[in-house]
């Protein structure tokens, strides 16, 4: 029996001499499940067109494409809005795609760690209530011991390394071991996939061109195929839009233009690293700073992604927030001023964090006020009015 939302749609695709709303459909049917309906209905009342257009050509055109299997695609799909940042409804109806066209727990948690290396822990953070409902929605529970970091060996990337050195020795190191242990090491995609699904995170934002020839190489060097890279830029066209596709192809070409490279796999940092000295100590900082315990944000995250919680913890605070180059109230400013930058909806519930965190240290609001006008020839009015509005809800509690 047909549900009203399915019964409109019949209607809307009754003319279909193409054929895309046909197979469009079929695809949103295997992607959407039981409520694979409602949204485009949804969309229907606000333009038939739009939703006919929704249905022919992402997925009747694009999604019902051979060559990458659907579920590759909608890790693709996945990469695409983490990295949009804003699009916080179709993230969850594409896990849930994911999930009902063969992808697992895994699947998703690798790409809260993966966003969380690419676009920042905000990405990730916001991701994971999204990821929680989903996996409820499919019993799934969260596997003990999937989140080990198998990798003991990553991809040197020696280019620009020294200058790199030069400048900040820390870094490099902490790409070697957060970045490329603590992180991708908990993903399980694969190689190839992996960088398939970083490669359309930086497609998407677009301002990366060189870790974008990074992950491209990778990809190849992984296995992946060009017709794999061609598909995943029409994929970039649809959710991300042709402008980002085309900045991609356009590095893409560059790649092409070279011999695919034979990376030489490195093991990774062999220095020790005490990680519960580090966690104790961003657990100091953040007690100082936000007020909460180390314990509380590692729990927040213990039944999707415990490993995330205590990086949070021991990289975030324990890594960097601790560093004595900049002094407590610098570098909540400067973390306000970056998350006001940003804009998404991801730096949301961070900003607010942060704003707490300057007035726990006794920063007055004024001071705070002037971190985010500081942005505004950089970011537009409307950043700037967001975080204003974020950051009147903190002083009002006080």
Known sequence: MCTDEESELASLVKDDSSGRLAAGLKVLKDIGGDGFAAPIAALANVSEDLARLTIAFPYGEVLARPGLELRERQIITASILLAHGSAQSQLGFHLNGLLNVGGSHDDIVSLLYLSAGVLGFPAAINAVPIARATLAQHNISRECGSETAQSAMHYSDQEGRAELEAVSPDFLKWKSQVFWHDLLGRCRLGGRLLHIAAAAMLATQAKHPQGLEHHLRLALASGATQSDIEELLIHVSVYAGFPSALTAATVFSKVLAEPIRAFDEQPLATESRDDTERFSRGAETLAATSGGSGSEVVDTFADVAPELGR????????????????????????????????????????????????????????????????????????????????????????
């Not at 570098?331 to 006001?340: D, S």
């Not at 704003?355 to 950043?383: M, Q, S």
């Open 311 to 398: 990086l949070i913890v021991a990289h975030c605070y324990g890594d960097v927030f601790s560093r004595q180059g900049l002094d407590p109230v610098t570098r909540e400013l400067t973390a306000i001023a970056a998350l006001t930058g940003m804009a998404t909806v991801t730096a949301e519930r961070p900003l607010r964090v942060h704003v707490d965190a300057a007035l726990n240290l006794g920063v007055d609001p004024e001071r705070i006020i002037e971190a985010i006008l500081n942005v505004l020839p950089y970011a537009g009015f409307p950043a700037i009015e967001k975080a204003l509005n974020i950051a009147r809800v903190s002083f009002n509690r006080r």
